[in-house]
Nanobody
């Protein structure tokens, strides 16, 4: 069992930045690939970014490439999402998730076993 708790969401103006954190507890954090997903009202949950167990490989959705950066600190059991140049269309609930079954930074939502409760990000125009 893995517990994931996101933090760092909030209200920001377009062009601003936020840094999301996801603290993990339970089984060994470094055994899990980690991902960030988001869900806007009326839309399906979608992939944002993922990172492998060691942090050596990352993967991003096209719409965040060059703006968002995923990283992890295995000593602190935490994964981060640095979000820069935010746009109103980035408004969503952001979720972190962990996967014990993959070696890659997979965008596949079905590969992730455990989910946090989400943190709201609102970008005003």
């Amino acid at each position: 069992q893995v517990q994931l708790v996101e933090s760092g969401g909030g209200l920001v103006q377009a062009g601003g930045s936020l840094r999301l954190s996801c603290a993990a507890s339970g089984r060994t954090f470094s055994s899990y690939a980690m991902g960030w997903f988001r869900q806007a009202p009326g839309k399906e949950r979608e992939f944002v970014a993922a990172i492998t167990r060691s942090g050596g490989n990352t993967n991003y959705a096209d719409f965040v490439k060059g703006r968002f950066t995923i990283s992890r600190d295995n000593a602190e059991n935490t994964v981060y999402l640095q979000m820069n140049s935010l746009k109103p269309e980035d408004t969503a609930v952001y979720y972190c998730a962990s996967s014990s079954g993959v070696l890659t930074a997979t965008p596949s939502i079905g590969a992730y076993n455990y989910w946090g409760q989400g943190t709201q990000v609102t970008v005003s125009s």
